[in-house]
T-cell receptor, first 111, second 115 residues
């Protein structure tokens, strides 16, 4: 099983749609979880951390289910500028400071 | 907002040559990382560095690779005897105190092309 596994995508949605991405991680010892976004040929940029109780930042909501080792990202009212690849990132079970990336889910928001 | 800077933005090198990729992490950060991303593939962890030593390295980070923090600001990745398959985008990242709860901040990468 891959350390971090994401929906393969791509997701093509109209502006204003709500879209959800899923991610599973293999090791229950992982403690830190993040969503990053990556634009084409650019560096990953932090979108939000994911907290145990779930957290929201504007149109973005992140959820964590430790029992199922599952993380989600919900984007409401999609904008054209949300088009990017969304990366699920989980800290390494071997060294808490090291991160493992999912392969990413590509989102295209269309007018 | 402070940022991680990387140079050069693009490096073209003949196979077999050595390259040094340079990074200036955010000034008060303590943890430093190198990742690579082959075109169309996922971001892959190479190495982490803390307190002037490697704290973890992946299987990719073999004897061909080395890292160094030669002074108080730079963090370098050296690749000896480059191979065609080393062609990728290389990202440097840094994070602050607080361990894994601190997100990593990425530089905008060096595109390495091996000919």
């Amino acid at each position: 099983r891959k350390e971090v596994e994401q929906d393969p995508g791509p997701f093509n949605v109209p502006e204003g749609a709500t879209v959800a991405f899923n991610c599973t991680y293999s090791n229950s010892a992982s403690q830190s979880f993040f969503w990053y976004r990556q634009d084409c040929r650019k560096e990953p940029k932090l979108l939000m951390s994911v907290y145990s109780s779930g957290n929201e930042d504007g149109r973005f909501t992140a959820q964590l289910n430790r029992a199922s080792q599952y993380i989600s990202l919900l984007i409401r009212d999609s904008k054209l500028s949300d088009s990017a690849t969304y990366l699920c990132v989980v800290n390494s079970p071997y060294n808490n400071n090291d991160m493992r990336f999912g392969a990413g889910t590509r989102l295209t928001v269309k007018p | 907002e402070p940022e991680v800077t990387q140079t050069p933005s693009h490096q073209v090198t003949q196979m077999g040559q050595e390259v040094i990729l340079r990074c200036v992490p955010i000034s008060n950060h303590l943890y430093f990382y190198w990742y690579r991303q082959i075109l169309g593939q996922k971001v892959e962890f190479l190495v982490s560095f803390y307190n002037n030593e490697i704290s973890e390295k992946s299987e990719i980070f073999d004897d061909q690779f080395s890292v160094e923090r030669p002074d108080g600001s730079n963090f370098t990745l050296k690749i000896r005897s480059t191979k065609l398959e080393d062609s990728a985008m290389y990202f440097c990242a840094s994070s602050g105190q607080g361990g894994s709860n601190q997100p990593q901040h990425f530089g905008d990468g060096t595109r390495l092309s091996i000919l």
